[in-house]
């Protein structure tokens, strides 16, 4: 059932049976896990873009992409190629350096954020004891790397995007952490393996359905999908703040983007939707496979979402989020501590 | 109640998601075309009798007819070429001719690298066939005929 | 206290969204609009200047790349100007008469599903909008089939129609008629029932009665600002007088309502057509008018009510085969005038839809 722990012991049994030190294995076996994520990402990616393009096609009764593998699979991978070959252009105006590394920023943040995520039992890359904490935290340098982007370019559409950007970008990392707050109080924890093993018998979206519609609207809104899609504001702004990106550049900030999603995606997963934990005793599938399932389960809902609904206007959206989503997000703190004291109480 | 335009728009959404697709898979998949369809013109040479009525109806001078007259004094047609690149496919010129000598038909696939490929000659082109000898019919007929056909 | 700016912006004309050619300089108060100034005339082809050396019926097909969202409309309003200069508009016959009717209603539906389109685009609702192009698609599958061309169709002539229709296309408009409220139904479905679009719409950009009077706006545009004004019902022209329709008119004037009047219109359209289909009479369909015609010496202005407002074509006649000038009254252009007005104080997203709400098509803006 536990293949990737199997494959990890059997790969330091046989590290260390060349005669190497344990702490040089520990460190290859790192390098080798961190590499296996980055892999993971991309991976997903080559899905997610596929499931995005199909799932939106379908939707709107076109077929998609259905030329390049069976049912256009290998879509996004020739689509990579194909940008690969594109000329670097940076505009003349621009702040060169800047410019130049804030697709980079975006991508890092992104694949950073996935080193805390427990895909099973003990398969984490690293197991923080303040794993949410660190997932909240790299969440939010993301906006950083976009707001360098929308400056750098030196150019008024991209320069609005940005400037939207950190201004929803802030406003919704309260509710989000609002919302996760109440699951640490009921898990007692910030590591997401215990969070995780604590829902064996009940998942959190039960006791905390609010929290979990709360965290679904703001990520929506923090990764910058439809229908929050305000920094990007393709019928205003044109693209935002990536409208100066061509080629291997703007590819990156698409990447980052569905990094991101994946991993926030993942987290509601982890933090509601009960992670590894097999549903209804239904063991027969190993638990990533289940983890991997609920992912997917919780993009389709964001992709749903975003080819649904037309865009929110970004005042409706500040009012939303600061009106109604922190003052919602707090007294379901306040109603959850209260329930876990009476709990207490009864349970002595 | 606030929020049931997005349930039910939800809905409508995900009904479409298991529905028959639309798109029509082009290059393997061709258009039914209707009988009337303009796509380029066919000149049948022997039914032409040079009387520059297209010409002379097109609105952009697109066609431009060369004739000499033979020994029994009749115009015989020897060059038709039509600058398809201003072409507005209005069809004026096929509604104009008397003899139906020029009629429309269904390629479509008209682009090309340059300006100058785009452009018909029609009487160079042209392939002579057993069905031009027939007797011009009269434009109900014909389209019944493209219809059965 | 800080030193602040105003921003000014491009928009156009290459901009996504101002559907075709249209620039408008945007002065910025952050992302508010202090400052709208249009700039047309990038689409401009001279088209009134080109009908002055085309003969009456060469122009026709001219009008399909005026508005090229309604090219039936536009030939039915040049053709019925020139049949009012040469004096023939009682010899039409019948049943081009009612063909005409049923072709403008049936390309009135394409140009407002294209609408609800490109305004569903503009909001970012990229879903809706393949679901107003795949209506449209099936209006343009019956122009096409009468007349051989999907977007300028040249199917109109002077004194009546070029091809008539036979048993298998109004079949085909007869399933068109059974499908199109189930999706005028799934339009507001998806789109205008929704609560984002609604916030989105409702109250952006208003046109007061008056204001819209002094623009002199027409046409579904007037409509929604309250204005009961409608040509089918006013000045009948065609058999328009025969049928039963409502004029759905809205008070407010706002983007919410130019959206709603439409969808409105389609339901409205989709009556006038089964009402005309039911009663087309057999005959001939074009009148006897001569090969080349040669209008008296006069001038006429001769208006109807197209999908975006009236048009109006103004001829005049020196008595030749060539009109001496012919002036062009183009809805879209007089409607785009209220823009600079609309923009001021919105924001950058409302402007946007605001534009998109009006309804151009740059086409017929320049001309």
Redesign the interface.
């Known amino acids: 059932m536990q293949i990737f722990i199997d494959l990890a012991n059997w790969l330091r049994a046989w590290i260390l049976g060349m005669g190497i030190s344990t702490t040089a294995t520990e460190l290859i076996l790192t390098a080798v896990w961190t590499l296996v994520v980055i892999l993971f990402v991309l991976i997903n990616l080559i899905v997610l873009v596929w499931i995005e393009r199909k799932s939106?096609a379908f939707?709107?009764?076109?077929r998609g992409p259905n030329r390049l593998g069976p049912a256009g699979f290998l879509q996004f991978p020739v689509d990579i190629v194909k940008v690969l070959g594109k000329e670097d252009i940076t505009p003349a105006a621009a702040d060169k350096f800047i410019y130049k590394i804030a697709s980079t920023c975006a991508f890092v943040t992104a694949i950073v954020a996935i080193a805390v995520i427990p895909f099973g039992p003990g398969m984490v890359l690293e197991n923080l004891n303040i794993g949410i904490f660190y997932f909240i935290a790299i969440g939010s340098t993301a906006t950083l790397s976009l707001l360098m982007a929308g400056i750098a370019s030196n150019n008024?559409?991209s320069f609005?995007g940005g400037m939207?950007t950190v201004a929803q970008m802030i406003s919704y990392e309260i509710p989000m952490v609002f919302s996760l707050l109440g699951v640490v109080m009921l898990a007692g924890s910030l590591n997401l393996t215990d969070i995780v093993a604590s829902q064996k018998n009940m998942w959190f979206i039960v006791p905390q359905c609010i929290a979990f519609i709360i965290y679904f609207i703001s990520t929506v809104a923090e990764t910058n999908r439809?229908?929050f899609?305000?920094a990007e504001?393709?019928?205003?702004?044109?693209a935002g703040y990536f409208v100066e990106y061509g080629g291997i550049r703007w590819a990156i900030f698409m990447i980052a983007e569905y990094g991101n999603l994946v991993a926030v995606c993942a987290i509601a997963t982890i933090m509601f939707l009960g992670g590894w934990n097999a549903p209804f005793g239904l063991t027969f599938l190993p638990p990533f496979l289940w983890f991997m399932l609920k992912v997917y389960c919780m993009i389709f809902l964001f992709m749903w979402v975003k080819?649904?609904?037309?865009?929110?206007?970004?005042?409706?959206l500040m009012h939303f989020g600061w009106k109604f989503l922190i003052p919602v997000s707090l007294a379901n703190i306040v109603v959850t501590g209260i329930g876990i004291y009476v709990y207490r109480m009864i349970t002595g | 109640m606030?929020?049931?335009?997005?349930i039910?728009?939800l809905?409508?959404?995900l009904g479409h998601l298991f529905e028959k697709k639309?798109t029509e898979q082009y290059p393997e998949e061709r258009p039914v075309l209707?009988a009337?369809?303009?796509g380029s013109f066919t000149l049948k040479v022997p039914k032409c009798i040079a009387c520059g009525l297209c010409a002379n109806?097109?609105?952009n001078s697109v066609i431009k007819i060369e004739s000499e007259k033979d020994e029994n004094n009749k115009k015989k047609l020897t060059g038709y070429k039509m600058m398809a690149e201003r072409c507005?496919?209005?069809?004026?010129c096929v509604?104009a001719c008397p003899t139906k000598a020029l009629m429309?038909n269904h390629d479509y696939e008209r682009a090309k690298f340059s300006r100058e490929e785009v452009n018909l000659d029609l009487f160079g082109s042209y392939v002579p066939s057993p069905e031009d000898d027939q007797p011009a019919k009269s434009a109900k007929e014909d389209e019944e005929s493209a219809q059965a056909s | 206290m800080l030193k602040t700016q105003e921003?000014t912006?491009n928009l156009g004309p290459h901009?996504?969204?101002t559907h075709g050619v249209f620039r408008c300089v945007l002065n910025?108060d952050g992302?508010y609009i202090t400052k709208a100034v249009n700039h047309t005339g990038y689409l401009h082809r001279g088209l009134e200047k080109l009908a002055e050396s085309?003969t009456y019926?060469?122009?026709?097909?001219?009008n399909g790349r005026l508005d090229y969202c309604s090219g039936m409309l536009n030939e039915l309003t040049y053709v019925t100007a020139v049949e009012k200069l040469m004096g023939i508009t009682e010899e039409i016959p019948e049943r081009a008469e009612y063909i005409r009717v049923i072709m403008s209603e049936v390309q009135r539906l394409a140009n407002h599903a294209i609408y609800f389109a490109s305004m569903?685009?503009?909001?970012?609702?990229?879903?809706?909008?393949?679901?107003g192009f795949?209506d449209r698609e099936k209006c343009l599958d019956l122009i096409?089939?009468?007349?051989?061309?999907r977007m300028?169709p040249?199917y109109m002539r002077i004194g009546g129609v070029?091809?008539d229709l036979d048993e298998n296309w109004f079949k085909l408009l007869k399933e068109l008629v059974d499908y199109m409220p189930s999706a005028v139904d799934?339009y507001e479905?998806?789109?205008t029932?929704?609560?984002?679009?609604?916030?989105?719409t409702v109250g952006v950009g208003p046109v007061s009665k008056e204001m819209a009077l002094d623009y002199g706006i027409t046409g579904p545009n007037a409509r929604a600002s309250g204005i009961d004004t409608d040509l089918r019902r006013d000045e009948p022209y065609s058999v328009y007088d025969r049928f039963k329709f409502n004029v759905p008119v809205r008070k407010n004037g706002d983007s919410f309502d130019r959206v709603m009047i439409r969808i409105d219109e389609m339901r409205e359209s989709i009556k006038i057509i089964e009402q005309a289909m039911k009663d087309v009479p057999e005959g001939p369909i074009m009148a006897k008018v001569p090969k080349v015609l040669k209008p008296p010496v006069g001038e006429v202005y001769h208006r109807i009510e197209n999908a975006k407002g009236h048009l109006g074509f103004h001829l005049v006649s020196d008595g030749s085969t060539k009109p001496y000038r012919n002036h062009i009254y183009s809805p879209c252009f007089v409607n785009l005038g209220i823009f600079p007005e609309m923009a001021e104080g919105l924001?950058?997203?409302?402007?946007?839809v605001a534009l998109a709400s009006v309804d151009i098509v740059l086409g017929e803006v320049d001309r």
């Not at chain 2, 507005?88 to 004026?92: A, E, K, P």
């Not at chain 3, 569903?120 to 679901?131: H, S, V």
Request: include cysteine; hydrophobic fraction near 35%; proline fraction near 6%.
């Open positions: 939106s939707m709107q009764q076109r008024k559409y609005i939207r439809g229908p899609d305000l504001g393709e019928q205003e702004l044109v080819w649904t609904y037309p865009r929110i206007r970004i005042d409706h | 606030f929020g049931r335009g997005l039910k728009g809905g409508i959404t639309i209707p009337r369809f303009k109806t097109c609105p507005l496919y209005c069809g004026f509604e429309w | 921003l912006l901009h996504p969204s910025l992302e085309r019926t060469q122009f026709i097909p001219y569903a685009l503009d909001t970012a609702g990229a879903t809706a909008w393949f679901y795949r096409e089939m009468a007349s051989g061309q300028m040249n070029s091809d799934e479905g998806i789109l029932g929704n609560e984002i679009f609604q916030a989105r924001h950058l997203m409302d402007a946007v």
